[in-house]
T-cell receptor, first 113, second 115 residues
Framework: KAGVTQTPRYLIKTRGQQVTLSCSPI?????VSWYQQTPGQGLQFLFE???????NKGNFPGRFSGRQFSNSRSEMNVSTLELGDSALYLC????????????FGSGTQLSVL | DQQVKQNSPSLSVQEGRISILNCDYT??????FLWYKKYPAEGPTFLIS?????DKNEDGRFTVFLNKSAKHLSLHIVPSQPGDSAVYFC??????????????FGTGTRLQVTL
């Protein structure tokens, strides 16, 4: 089975711009979660989508949004970028039916200048 | 407010010896705990987990211990191998509330296994 695929791998943007990141989950997985990793904060939960609906949400401002398509692929959007948004954004998928482990992609490294 | 804490940013252990990585949590609602390993330029990979109804779970060289009264868990790697050198993240979730995918992670411990 192919793993979780995230594109692009690297991204450089300037303050005020917006960005869209993409995630393709493992085939058959219906849950996609997004995490932000920064050096001092570790991994922080952004949101989870299951069957095209946001099922859980972390404590991030409304500038961070996402969506999930009928094929379970997910996109995450950040608007009005700030310097502090520079981070590794990780996507994880799981079947979504219970207490199963998450499978992570390699992430998108976003740099905001 | 860091609900999951890994107080040791780094740990160095000799090959063949035991590695012990520690994790503390403050949220008593957490009932499922996991350890992930992360190599540079890769996403975290699942290592081992434990439910709050158990106090120990073993998988080969890896054992996780849970002390609920102390809100503490630890990961033991025996024997340690050079390939174990990575960053280890402790994570917790409140499965009963239906948020199994909402993991709260610690800040990680970098393990270096030396020859």
């Amino acid at each position: 089975k192919a793993g979780v695929t995230q594109t692009p791998r690297y991204l450089i943007k300037t303050r005020g711009q917006q960005v869209t990141l993409s995630c393709s989950p493992i085939s058959g997985h219906r849950s996609v979660s997004w995490y932000q990793q920064t050096p001092g904060q570790g991994l922080q939960f952004l949101f989870e989508y299951f069957s095209e609906t946001q099922r859980n949400k972390g404590n991030f401002p409304g500038r961070f949004s996402g969506r999930q398509f009928s094929n379970s692929r997910s996109e995450m959007n950040v608007s009005t970028l700030e310097l502090g948004d520079s981070a590794l954004y990780l996507c994880a998928s799981s079947p979504g039916q219970g207490n199963e482990k998450l499978f992570f992609g390699s992430g998108t490294q976003l740099s905001v200048l | 407010d860091q609900q999951v804490k890994q107080n040791s940013p780094s740990l160095s252990v000799q090959e063949g010896r035991i590695s012990i990585l520690n994790c503390d949590y403050t949220n008593s609602m957490f009932d499922y705990f996991l350890w992930y390993k992360k190599y540079p330029a890769e996403g975290p990979t699942f290592l081992i987990s434990i439910s709050s109804i158990k106090d120990k779970n073993e998988d080969g060289r890896f054992t996780v211990f849970l002390n609920k009264s102390a809100k503490h868990l630890s990961l033991h790697i025996v024997p340690s191998q050079p390939g174990d050198s990575a960053v280890y993240f402790c994570a917790a979730s409140d499965f009963r509330s239906g948020t199994a995918s909402k993991l709260t992670f610690g800040t990680g411990t970098r393990l270096q296994v030396t020859l």
